[in-house]
């Protein structure tokens, strides 16, 4: 039972896997990642199906980006928000 809460949204190529209301795979065409998160629920890791990082990101305190390598899948990213035009969280 999911209670509501979306588990897979589709737009074009790319799908979305979510559980508990937190982003856990992205496929985008024939391309399988898997999105970790941190301890607020931040987009923190991304793994390929194999479990190699591909991409990960640090933030500050107020959501800042820190470190970053690779080009994370995911619009969420700090907190779990998505991101804008101005990179602060909505």
Do not use: W
């Not at 390929?48 to 994370?72: D, E, F, M, V």
């Amino acid at each position: 039972m999911t209670d509501g809460n979306r588990i897979k949204k589709t737009s074009g190529n790319t799908v979305t896997r979510s559980f508990n209301g937190q982003r856990i795979a992205i496929r985008k065409g024939r391309v399988l990642s898997y999105v970790h998160a941190d301890h607020l629920g931040s987009s923190s890791v991304e793994t390929s199906r194999n479990g190699a990082p591909t991409a990960s990101r640090s933030y500050y305190a107020y959501g800042s980006t820190r470190n970053s390598s690779g080009i994370l899948q995911t619009d969420r990213t700090f907190t779990g928000q998505n991101s804008d035009s101005t990179g602060l969280g909505i």
